[in-house]
């Protein structure tokens, strides 16, 4: 049975920063491209980053780059969400998501999510 | 950049058809899925490469993706059916969700 598992959520300041985890099982990660999803309160899905299954290529939306930074540990089957210069406008509940394929193309299909971690910006 | 566009909600009878449309640039060139999203849950993948279903997911949905606009298209709508439902394309190298669209079922 697929199952990912985030954690490090919380309420942080302006300014400051959190990393995010997602524990996966249940199939073979490093085969898979990864994805960070988040939803602001009562608001849609904002897709936030990708990373491949090797780990080699990366991808994040305009709103979060340069801020951001996705990353996977192959070994201990975890994909990660390094967070910087957080703002009020990225509070929202960030789900990890398996990627149907090992790269980001045409087409990409989140099979599975995780329950999701809820990140509040505030002072 | 990229942009996807749904109507915010839809309303259905029960038992009757429900259409959720997608619109996109030239969408019909690109896959699109479709994604449902009950309160308080996660999304969960009801379509994808058009109009391929999951496993477990009911024959009632169904979708198709031509020209500029993907639909998701459910027959013999249910009460469980009622949601939030999302479309999401692939172009240049990110995901694209549409805003979404709250299907009621009254």
């Known amino acids: 049975e697929v199952q990912l598992l985030e954690s490090g959520g919380g309420l942080v300041q302006p300014g400051g920063s959190l990393r995010l985890s997602c524990a996966a099982s249940?199939?073979?990660?490093?085969?898979?491209?990864m994805s960070w999803v988040r939803q602001a309160p009562g608001e849609g899905l904002e897709w936030v980053s990708a990373?491949?299954?090797?780990?080699?290529?990366?991808h994040y939306a305009d709103s979060v780059k340069g801020r951001f930074t996705i990353s996977r540990d192959n070994s201990k089957n975890t994909l990660y969400l390094q967070m910087n210069s957080l703002r009020a406008e990225d509070t929202a509940v960030y789900y990890c998501?398996?990627?149907?394929?090992?790269?980001?193309?045409?087409?990409?299909?989140?099979?599975?999510w995780g329950q999701g971690t809820l990140v509040t910006v505030s002072s | 950049s990229y942009e996807l566009t749904q109507p915010p909600s839809v309303s259905v009878s029960p038992g009757q058809t429900a259409s959720i449309t997608c619109s996109g640039d030239?969408?019909?060139?690109?896959?699109a899925c479709w994604y449902q999203q009950k309160p308080g849950q996660s999304p969960v993948l009801v379509i994808y490469?058009?109009?391929k279903r999951p496993s477990g997911i009911p024959e009632r949905f169904a979708g198709s993706n031509s020209g500029n606009t993907a639909t998701l298209t459910i027959s013999g709508t249910q009460a469980m059916d009622e949601a939030d439902y999302y479309c999401?394309?692939?172009?240049?190298?990110?995901?694209?969700f549409g805003g979404g669209t709250k299907l009621t079922v009254l």
């Open positions: 990373i491949t299954g090797s780990g080699g290529s990366t």
């Open positions: 998501a398996k990627d149907s394929r090992p790269a980001m193309t045409t087409g990409t299909t989140y099979d599975y």
């Open positions: 999401q394309a692939w172009d240049s190298s990110t995901v694209v």
């Open positions: 490469e058009d109009r």
């Open positions: 249940g199939f073979t990660f490093s085969s898979y491209a």
């Open positions: 030239k969408l019909g060139d690109k896959y």
